[in-house]
């Protein structure tokens, strides 16, 4: 096998026999398989087998019936179960033309690039097929978002967020990989530095159904960028810069309503310690949720742990005040830097630690766990 296509599909029946007619039209000079990763709710496994039927090259369905991570989960499935190295990921909605694949074919002939991304953004590319004006500027800022957070690894790539690309499975670390929605290119080339050709498209407009994208889509990504780039720790941060500042306006508010300062700020805390948790549990953490129990569980000793924590931190400030001499407003941003190392810690650790596995299963979920504690 020279190619593996893999087609993330999602609810796409209408499009299947149109997208491997074109395929087997466009590429004939190969030997390759198409694999379908399929996430849908309606008949289109059952149209996918049908075609696979009479295709004259293999097609591969594999239907996730618990899908995690989406269409980048998805993607990765299908790289997983590739049999060639050089593999072309394209969305099965025809927004990606068949015709244009044996170009990137033929980029990646010359044998200096790990990676080929169809573009949208160089000469001879266009993007009229997104669907308004809105998604362009979307598509267009988030480009330039994501290249400026990444300006060496994506110093070649001027459309990393492109879902139409031919990469090299030798040159990645899929075990590695962290797809969170719908970036997954994105995903690829800010783990390791990669050789990026890349060759012009026109992104086209669908060929029958509906898109998927969303605005949950969009916060999805905003948080892959932010995880790529800082890690969780930074987004754990973020959210705890934002409770604060949450707090503080609760706080504000229920004065003005005519509370006493003290149960204001109390219940002001109590309710940022609920929002708090929602997003982590949401955003920061939401990878490792499928492991780590119960989400009541996990409530409980988040909650539990920042009530302690602010019970516990006013009596180490009034300590390191009035003994250690500390100027109060230094002692109390020590405490809270103290405070929040021990909450990232106690969160990443214990909050989502994954469940213990019964003693047969565990060797096999071993590595996970590994790479888990790891990112
Ligand atoms: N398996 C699986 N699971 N496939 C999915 C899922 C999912 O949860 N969500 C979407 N897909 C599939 C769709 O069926 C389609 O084949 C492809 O992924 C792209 O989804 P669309 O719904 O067509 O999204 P789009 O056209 O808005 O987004 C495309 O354009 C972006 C560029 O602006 C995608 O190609 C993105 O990857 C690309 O970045
Ligand atoms: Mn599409």
Redesign the pocket.
């Given at each position: 096998m020279d190619l593996t296509i893999v087609?993330?599909?999602?609810?796409?029946g209408p499009n299947v026999a149109e997208l491997l007619r074109r395929i087997g039209d466009a590429v004939d000079d190969r030997l390759f398989e198409v694999v379908f990763?399929?996430?849908s709710t309606d008949d289109t496994p059952q149209i996918i087998a049908a075609a696979a039927q009479t295709a004259d090259f293999p097609v591969r369905l594999i239907h996730?019936d618990a899908?995690t991570a989406?269409?980048g989960g998805?993607v990765v499935e299908g790289l997983r179960a590739a049999t060639s190295n050089w593999c072309l990921v394209m969305?099965?909605?025809l927004?990606?033309p068949p015709e244009d694949v044996p170009r990137l074919l033929a980029r990646a002939d010359r044998d200096d690039v790990d990676v080929v991304v169809a573009s949208r953004y160089i000469a001879g590319g266009d993007s009229k097929g997104?669907a308004d004006a809105t998604r362009t500027t979307v598509?267009r800022a988030s480009t330039l978002l994501t290249k400026s957070m990444f300006p060496r690894k994506l110093g070649d790539c001027s459309d990393p967020?492109?879902?139409?690309f031919l990469v090299n499975r030798d040159a990645i670390d899929i075990d590695a990989l962290r797809p969170r929605g719908?970036?997954i290119l994105l995903e690829i080339l800010a783990r390791r530095h990669l050789r990026v050709g890349e060759v012009p498209f026109a992104?086209a407009s669908?060929f029958a159904g509906a898109?998927?994208?969303s605005f949950t889509q969009g916060i999805r990504f905003l948080t892959q960028l932010l995880m790529l780039r800082f890690g969780r720790m930074s987004a754990f941060a973020l959210v705890g810069g934002v409770g604060a500042i949450a707090n503080l306006v609760i706080m504000w508010g229920l004065i003005r309503l005519g509370m006493d300062y003290l149960p204001a700020s109390i219940i002001a805390s109590e309710i940022t310690i609920i929002g708090n948790f929602l997003l982590l549990e949401y955003l920061v953490f939401s990878d490792m949720r499928a492991e780590s129990g119960s989400m009541r569980q996990r409530f409980v000793k988040s909650f539990t742990f920042n009530n302690v924590e602010a019970i516990i931190r006013i009596p180490v400030l009034w300590v390191l005040v009035e003994n250690a001499h500390i100027p109060s407003v230094i002692a109390a941003g020590l405490t809270l830097i103290a405070a929040f190392v021990v909450r990232f810690v106690f969160h990443a650790l214990v909050v989502y630690a994954p469940k213990r596995q019964p003693v047969d299963a565990s060797l096999a979920v071993a590595p996970e766990r590994a790479r888990a504690a790891e990112y």
């Open positions: 087609v993330p599909t999602f609810n796409e990763v399929d996430d996730r899908p989406g269409l998805a969305d099965g909605d927004q990606h997104l598509s967020m492109t879902g139409f719908f970036k992104f669908r898109s998927k994208a």
